[in-house]
């Protein structure tokens, strides 16, 4: 064999190779899922069929996993999305843009129809303005949700712009919206409404897994019952931590100048100082639910009166 034809042999090996390799991972189509399709999808990829620009603002840090009871729970099969110990947390900031999301869907009437209708799919669906969204209930609803980070891949039913729901796998770290039950309702990577998922006899999984993927032990978060704060596991100490139900971290920077103006005395000369200070502060919104207090009468003890003790006056 000569060196030109040696050459040409590799160079087709290759192509053959190259070939096989783009050929080992099938992504499939969320357009037009198959039965028992479910789509692996990457904690910070937009995926095939994203609802529309990522909300996601924090940085993904290392997740440790489930703490406590959460970690018994989810070696593959239900648990409840109240659980300690479930979901990852931050303290000093969200790790989603909620109301970046919210602005998006209200310039988007169409948008905005088809994510209500996909969180209306789910006849388990409540949050404080009851079991239905409309297009007008979005800022409210959004509010009320949580954003935390997924401590185990999870399954879903997502939702892509103009597509039909399909199943899918989120990946362990992945930034996500839960409701007061600890249903994660939004993918904050795209923006996307979820709902429980639904039962995939032998699922045909689509997209390359990621390290540590094991399609035995997959979360599927049930409703919990409605709590004020979640029982998160900060992600950079590890510790578990009160993270308050709805809590949203605005960072707003706000800047101040003043000026003041110096004379001396048999001068006609002045000197003007400029002072600018800028503070940055946390804005801090919570959605709070009012409960109705019931309240027992409380039934006075009756009041005697002793009347005074007669008088004698001696004679």
């Given amino acids: 064999m000569t060196r030109h034809s040696f050459l040409a042999f590799i160079a087709a090996v290759a192509v053959v190779l190259g070939g096989c390799n783009s050929k080992s991972v099938d992504t499939g189509d969320p357009s037009h899922p198959k039965a028992n399709d479910v789509f692996l999808e990457a904690m910070n990829a937009p995926g095939a069929k994203p609802f529309m620009h990522s909300v996601a603002v924090?940085?993904?840090?290392?997740?440790?996993?489930?703490?406590?009871?959460?970690?018994?729970?989810?070696?593959?099969?239900?648990?409840?999305?109240?659980?300690?110990?479930?979901?990852?947390?931050?303290?000093?900031?969200?790790?989603?843009?909620?109301?970046?999301?919210?602005?998006?869907?209200?310039?988007?009437?169409?948008?905005?129809?088809?994510?209500?209708?996909?969180?209306n799919s789910d006849p388990d669906l409540s949050?404080?303005?009851?079991?239905?969204?409309?297009?007008?209930?979005?800022?409210t609803y959004v509010t009320e949700l949580t954003s935390v980070f997924l401590q185990t891949d999870t399954r879903v039913t997502d939702r892509g712009r103009n597509a039909p729901a399909f199943q899918a796998v989120l990946e362990r770290g992945s930034a996500v919206m839960i409701d007061r039950q600890g249903v994660p309702r939004v993918r904050c990577a795209?923006?996307?409404?979820?709902?429980?998922?639904?039962?995939?006899?032998?699922?045909?999984?689509?997209?390359?897994?990621?390290?540590?993927?094991?399609?035995?032990?997959?979360?599927?978060?049930?409703?919990?019952?409605e709590v004020e704060a979640f029982r998160v596991?900060?992600?950079?100490?590890?510790?578990?931590?009160?993270?308050?139900?709805?809590?949203?971290?605005?960072?707003?920077?706000?800047?101040?100048?003043?000026?003041?103006?110096?004379?001396?005395?048999?001068?006609?000369?002045?000197?003007?100082?400029?002072?600018?200070?800028?503070?940055?502060?946390?804005?801090?919104?919570?959605?709070t639910t009012a409960h109705t207090a019931t309240t027992t009468p409380v039934t006075a003890a009756p009041t005697t009166t002793t009347p005074p003790a007669p008088t004698t006056t001696a004679g």
């Fill in 58 to 119: 924090a940085p993904v840090p290392p997740v440790g996993g489930p703490r406590g009871a959460a970690a018994r729970a989810t070696g593959g099969g239900s648990v409840r999305g109240t659980t300690p110990g479930l979901y990852g947390g931050l303290r000093s900031q969200s790790p989603c843009d909620a109301m970046s999301g919210v602005d998006a869907l209200s310039a988007d009437d169409a948008r905005a129809q088809q994510w209500v209708s996909a969180l």
């Fill in 127 to 139: 949050w404080s303005g009851g079991s239905k969204l409309s297009t007008a209930d979005i800022s």
């Fill in 190 to 225: 795209s923006f996307s409404p979820l709902v429980p998922p639904k039962t995939a006899s032998s699922p045909k999984y689509r997209g390359a897994p990621w390290d540590g993927f094991e399609s035995g032990k997959l979360a599927v978060i049930a409703p919990g019952a």
């Fill in 233 to 287: 596991v900060d992600v950079h100490t590890h510790r578990l931590f009160d993270l308050p139900a709805g809590q949203q971290l605005l960072s707003t920077t706000t800047t101040t100048s003043s000026t003041t103006s110096t004379t001396t005395a048999g001068d006609d000369t002045s000197t003007t100082l400029r002072r600018t200070t800028t503070t940055t502060t946390l804005k801090r919104v919570t959605t």
